[in-house]
T-cell receptor
């Protein structure tokens, strides 16, 4: 079982819609959760971090964490064509390790 | 967040030669840096964790004698690909660990071995 799982997509949404990206993780003791955006040919860019259950909003982005269900999601409101990218979910395990476990990413396409 | 640079941004080398890639944390003292490799249309693969002043910790399957990592200061880590072969052609990305375990990535180095 992979530590972090994401639907690889592709996920297509029309411009202005809400894009919903989902991620599950296997280590129940995981402490920290991150969402990265990666444009084709570029390196990942941190867009959201979340550490406690509930919602965290930053502009058009909302991260949601449910530790009981081992589930973290990212909502993008008013999706724009410039949001078209691969979104990576990353989780820091609860074992004291420094490194993050990355999902394989969900490719999002926003259709104008 | 931290600003991370990498040099060079791309490099072409001949098979059998060595290539050094630099990763610099421009505005943050990085105790821990990471090195990743990413093949086209694949996910990030962690190669090693680089700790300032100590030996790097390599992931299983990564040859430490082939991928030499030196983290000599809080702002600089280097990755040297020794005796490069075409199968080492990839996108190499470093990252800096922040105060709450987030990682900030450099822009990456695209290596092509001919």
């Amino acid at each position: 079982q992979k530590e972090v799982e994401q639907n690889s997509g592709p996920l297509s949404v029309p411009e202005g819609a809400i894009a919903s990206l989902n991620c599950t993780y296997s280590d129940r003791g995981s402490q920290s959760f991150f969402w990265y955006r990666q444009y084709s040919g570029k390196s990942p860019e941190l867009i959201m971090s979340i550490y406690s259950n509930g919602d965290k909003e930053d502009g058009r982005f909302t991260a949601q964490l449910n530790k009981a269900s081992q589930y973290v999601s990212l909502l993008i409101r008013d999706s724009q064509p410039s949001d078209s990218a691969t979104y990576l979910c990353a989780v820091r395990a609860g074992t004291g390790a420094n490194n993050l476990f990355f999902g394989t990413g969900t490719r999002l396409t926003v259709i104008p | 967040g931290a600003v991370v640079s990498q040099h060079p941004s791309w490099v072409i080398c001949k098979s059998g030669t060595s290539v050094k890639i630099e990763c610099r944390s421009l505005d943050f003292q990085a105790t821990t840096m990471f090195w990743y490799r990413q093949f086209p249309k694949q996910s990030l693969m962690l190669m090693a964790t680089s700790n300032e002043g100590s030996k790097a910790t390599y992931e299983q399957g990564v040859e430490k004698d082939k991928f030499l990592i030196n983290h000599a200061s809080l702002t600089l880590s280097t990755l040297t690909v020794t005796s490069a072969h075409p199968e080492d052609s990839s996108f190499y990305i470093c990252s800096v660990q922040g105060l709450t375990y987030e990682q900030y990535f450099g822009p990456g180095t695209r290596l092509t071995v001919t």
